[in-house]
Every structure is written in C-alpha cells, then in structure tokens.
C-alpha cells in the first residue's frame, strides 16, 4: 500500500513524522488577570418616612396657577334670569311666565317638536331666519325650510319640528296659528312643545281677545310662539299675541322683512 493511500485512509501509527511542529510543545498557558474590587457603595441618609395616604387629592398645591386647558374657547355663560325646564318636567308658559331657557344640550341634541291641540279647523305657520339671515316661511304649501334634503323646520298638518341637530344653523323662527276658514270661529286650543328629554310645554290659545274675521287676507293671526338661538342655547317664549292683519304684516311686526310676497298672505317660494 502507497503512502498516499495509508495518508487518505488516516492511519496515525504509520504518519510520518513532523520535524516542524516543535512549536505545539512550547505553548503557555493564559495568566489570571486581576480585576479590581468595586467601591463599596455609600449609605444613604436616614430621610423621614411620610405615612401612607388613602386619599386621592388631585388638586394643586395652595397658590399656584392651574395650567391653562388646550382647546377651545370658553362658550359665554347663559343669559341669566330666565327659568329652565328639567327632563320629563310639564311646564305651562303663561302670559305671567312666558319664556324658558332651554340647556346647550336641550338645545343640541335631536328636535323641537310642536303640535296644535284644538276643535277647529286651523293651520300652522312657521317663519324662521337661518345663521346666514336667510328667511323663510314652512306652511303646508311648502312643508320644508330651507329644502326637502335636510330641512331645518320641517311641517306636517298640525305638527312641526325644528332639528336642532341644526341649531347653528339656526337664529330664530316663530310660529303663526291661523283659522283656515276665514269666517269660521278664532283658534282656541294649546300649542304642546316637546324636547328631546320629554320635557313639555303648553302654551295655551285664548280666543277671548280674537279681532274681527274678514277677507283672506285678513284673517285672525296668532302669533303663538318664538324662538331665540342666544349663545348657543335655544330660548322659547309664549307671545299670547293675537293680530287681525294680513300675514306678511304679522311677520313683519316680528322683523320678516326679507320675504318675497305673491300677496299679503302668500309667500314666494326661495
């Protein structure tokens, strides 16, 4: 057998010797390094211990500044003086007492709904100025104000309902009771307002003090309620005001000025 085969195979008791690989025999082995010994570290001073506190005191120390809060600006407080109503509460609005004051959530949150409670027959006007001072008037020819895409005040018969999802929207409106026979008897009855909280208010219409009846165009006009958007807040007032003129006059008393009339009862549609 060859060299080189015995060297492929692995044999090491026939391997020849290795002259230049003294080396291997001469290796020194790796000293200890010294590593030095860590500081002790120094006592801490003997500080008072306070005793535990169950209470949760969020307020700032006495005397200091609270930081100012990020965000918008304050609203303005509500007008004051005027009474409010409660969730679920049934107030009458009188001639002694006649306006409320609705809360900014009231006056924010879902609608304002009106309905004519009365023997005969009648018909509910609705006027109302939008933030931009546009005016307009809902009737039952024209049973949406502004539009039928997402109305403001929206009629139907009796009832009307002024979305005050809208309420920026909104400036004002009133609301106008008339006979729809002109020589039928004066509009007796209530006009029942309902908010989103079930709070109700009846503001009662009295006849003992209607004008004289006549043409169309003058027909007994109740101006029964109005409505005000004062510092984001809706305030409601009972007029108890009953005027023998035409309707466009009836508007103009309460400053509906910026109506386009066909005639003294009939409105233009914007």
Do not use: C, K, N
């Not at 965000?71 to 007492?97: C, I, K, N, W, Y």
């Amino acid at each position: 057998m060859s060299t080189a085969s015995t060297l492929l195979r692995g044999a090491p008791d026939t391997a020849p010797v290795r002259d230049d690989l003294g080396f291997l025999r001469r290796r020194a082995r790796p000293r200890a390094v010294a590593v030095p010994e860590a500081p002790a570290p120094a006592a801490a001073p003997d500080l008072p211990v306070a005793a535990p506190s169950l209470a949760l005191d969020l307020a700032p120390p006495a005397g200091a500044t609270p930081p100012a809060r990020p965000g918008r600006t304050p609203l303005p407080p509500l007008l004051r003086g005027l009474p409010g109503v409660g969730q679920g509460e049934r107030r009458l609005l009188s001639a002694d007492a006649p306006v409320v004051q609705l809360t900014r959530v009231q006056t924010g949150v879902g609608g304002l709904r009106g309905e004519l409670h009365t023997a005969v027959d009648a018909s509910v006007v609705v006027a109302y100025e939008l933030a931009d001072r546009t005016q307009g008037v809902v009737r039952d020819s024209q049973p949406y104000g502004p539009d039928d895409r997402r109305p403001v005040v929206h009629l139907a018969g009796p009832r009307f309902t002024v979305d005050l999802r809208q309420a920026r929207a909104l400036r004002r409106f009133v609301v106008v009771v008339r006979p729809a026979d002109p020589a039928g008897p004066a509009v007796e009855g209530v006009l029942v307002l309902t908010t989103t909280g079930s709070s109700r208010l009846e503001i009662p219409l009295d006849p003992s003090d209607a004008g004289r009846t006549g043409a169309a165009a003058d027909r007994t006009s109740t101006v029964a309620l109005t409505g005000h958007l004062v510092r984001g807040a809706l305030v409601l007032r009972a007029e108890h005001a009953r005027q023998v003129r035409p309707l466009r006059d009836a508007l103009a008393a309460y400053g509906y000025r910026g109506l386009s009339w066909r005639d003294a009862d009939t409105v233009l549609a914007g």
